[in-house]
């Protein structure tokens, strides 16, 4: 008489397991399909472009994605007919003149700040996700596979390989100063970047030790209005991978394993440093339509993995409580 019960349990399980399987892919490969068509070509990015090159509309382009506020001059640019030529030749003189007119000096400090990158670097640098991924793929690929399996080596990493570039913008965005939270935009107030204060690493260690997938939640989160879907698909990540980790750590408390962790620590160090190599050294042989597909898979279809396990690990929970 148990063998029926057992059966009708199993089925229910299978059950409830079903759509979660059916409808998470289908979801994700439609917002992958959708992200492709609506987006331009990576080699079209102004990221690839001397600005020495670029075409009004693509200064105005530029001008735009300093934040909202640069909307109130896109005309006046337009009807100068700016192209790349000119911007390089513009001062704070001729910014606070006619016709340009800018009479917030914020204003003018922000343009002429993003103006002098520009400079330095011949094309206009990465300031969103995609732009980021397009001027370097690999780094890009490899940060979003060790993020999930390694948050704290990865972040180590950026901070003794990257600090200027990605660390500091990241480390201000989700540790902000108290009299930086005002109503700009993110992109704005990374425009300029000091060293962080003691309150700042003080606080960031504290996640870093304890939550480190908390700080990609942040960081995702306070990017929503660059990337809508995206920073959700993140955030979700981030919060299921953050579940995994704990009940990672109560399998070792309840087995009394804790003398353990040392050696698993640095046996883990070693396998993310050897990939990290192996990824280095083939990089230059890996098709880029294989790396985009990998890239993309994890920004979108690991959350959908992650679920299916969140829930495995629930019930097995719940199966060693019974």
Known sequence: MEEPQKSYVNTMDLERDEPLKSTGPQISVVLLVYHWSSRESEHD??????VAKWTAEEVVLWLEQLGPWASLYRERFLSERVNGRLLLTLTEEEFSKTPYTIENSSHRRAILMEL???????????????EYKAVNPGRSLFLLYALKS???????YLYLFDYTDTFLPF??????????????DIVTKLLDLKEPTWKQW?????????????????????????HYWTSRFLIINAMLLSVLELFSFWRIWSRSELKTVPQRMWSHFWKVSTQGLFVAMFWPLIPQFVCNCLFYWALYFNPIINIDLVVKELRRLETQVL
């Open 45 to 50: 990015l102004l990221v690839h472009k001397a």
């Open 116 to 130: 002098e990158r520009v400079k330095a670097l011949g094309v206009k640098p990465p300031q969103n996700l995609w």
């Open 150 to 156: 390694s948050p704290r080596l990865s972040l180590l």
């Open 171 to 184: 480390i201000h965005t989700i540790c902000p100063l108290q009299e930086d939270s005002s109503g700009e």
């Open 202 to 226: 003080r606080e960031f260690l504290v996640k870093y030790s304890f939550l480190p997938y908390q700080l990609i939640a942040e960081f995702a989160w306070d990017w929503l209005e660059v």
